[in-house]
């Protein structure tokens, strides 16, 4: 049974005992400059296409959203069948000691309005530039027949359904969790996972973190078949993590006064702070009452945030220590 995703705002994250390593972070609003083919050729970003528009940088594209600039890919005539925006990294795994690294995005889908409709990815390369794995936005017609509309695991090899499907014009958080030693990823969105602890990658290729890109495959068999959908990218961010931090699962949900709910199993002997963030960049531990120290036992745990002014975006984290 298929599962239908629609994400409150905000996130939750996979909180760590020790903190992790920014290695990149863009909300794209310092640097990047409003208008077509503007993606690629900024902040180290690169594209296989920089002429035809089909790689943007946007302005409040949701109107009343509150995203300001984001990034986009799709909607216009592309120069290829495949067409990318990718971001170098070339994490050295071997000299850092660190093979665990996490990617959070806040993506969206926006549908087409011609009719056709193509896919789309966040996918990993090595530093020689060899697709590893990629989390697939299957956006064919969910009433097609064989239809493989909604959200796939691909491991360079094969293809797995996540049995989970994503709402075009929703904006939705992913979170990707990679072990590049042990070839283990996992990935949720909003605190519901999408797979866990599955095998990374099925290649004979170098294991290494060299680039994220963000890929649009036109379905047809050629460009002029293109569909006018496109891929919102409103935040990025990738982050080495150590790799004693071990995570646990949290979750956000709506009560039914459309608080904020951040639910997360909370173990004996640690303390818990429920952070927030405007940008996934800073965080503040200022909510009220949000600081739970002293668990002598195993148990589901739940913050409501009341506060009476929220902005359109707020992003959450639990922050796990042990207990002194």
């Known amino acids: 049974m298929r599962t239908l995703l629609k994400i409150a705002t905000g996130v939750i994250l996979l909180s760590m005992q020790i903190h992790a390593a920014t ?25 296989n296409d920089t002429v035809s528009g089909a790689q943007s940088i946007d302005q409040n594209i949701i109107p009343g959203g509150g995203l300001g600039k984001t ?57 020689a530039g060899n697709r590893l794995a990629s989390i697939r936005f299957d956006n064919q017609d969910p009433f097609a027949v064989n239809s493989q509309f909604g959200i796939w695991r691909e491991d360079g090899v094969n293809q797995f359904d996540t049995l989970l499907d994503f709402i075009s014009g929703e904006l939705f958080v992913l ?65 080495s993590v150590p790799n004693g931090a071990t995570p646990f699962v949290s979750m956000i949900s709506r009560d039914s ?39 002598t036992s195993t148990f589901q745990k739940s913050y409501i945030d009341t506060t009476s002014t929220k902005p359109l975006r707020r992003f959450y984290r639990i922050r796990r220590t042990e207990s002194k």
């Not at 495949?82 to 993506?107: C, D, E, M, W, Y």
């Open 23 to 47: 290695l990149y972070f863009t909300d794209f609003e310092e640097l990047f400059t409003v208008g077509i083919n503007r993606w690629a050729g900024t902040g180290g970003w690169v594209s």
């Open 71 to 127: 990034a986009s890919l799709g909607f216009r005539l592309p120069r290829s069948l495949l067409t990318f925006v990718a971001k170098p990294i070339n994490h050295n795994v071997a000299a850092t000691g660190l093979s665990r690294i996490q990617v959070n995005s806040l993506l969206g889908i926006e549908n087409s309005t011609n009719g056709r409709r193509d896919d789309f990815y966040l996918s990993i390369y090595n530093a």
């Open 175 to 239: 979170l990707v969790t990679i072990d590049i030693t042990a070839n283990t990823w996992s990935a949720d969105i909003g605190g519901i996972p999408l797979f866990q602890n599955a095998p990374f990658t099925a290649t004979a290729n170098a294991r290494d973190f060299g680039l994220l890109a963000f890929e649009w495959r036109v379905s047809g068999a050629t460009t002029e078949t293109f569909g006018d959908n496109y891929f919102l990218v409103a935040d990025v961010s990738i982050r």
């Open 257 to 295: 006064n459309l608080n904020p709910v951040i639910s997360w199993q909370a173990d004996a002997g640690n303390d818990y702070q429920v952070q927030r963030s405007p940008d996934l960049v800073n965080w503040f531990d200022d909510l009220p009452s949000s600081s739970f120290p002293g668990f």
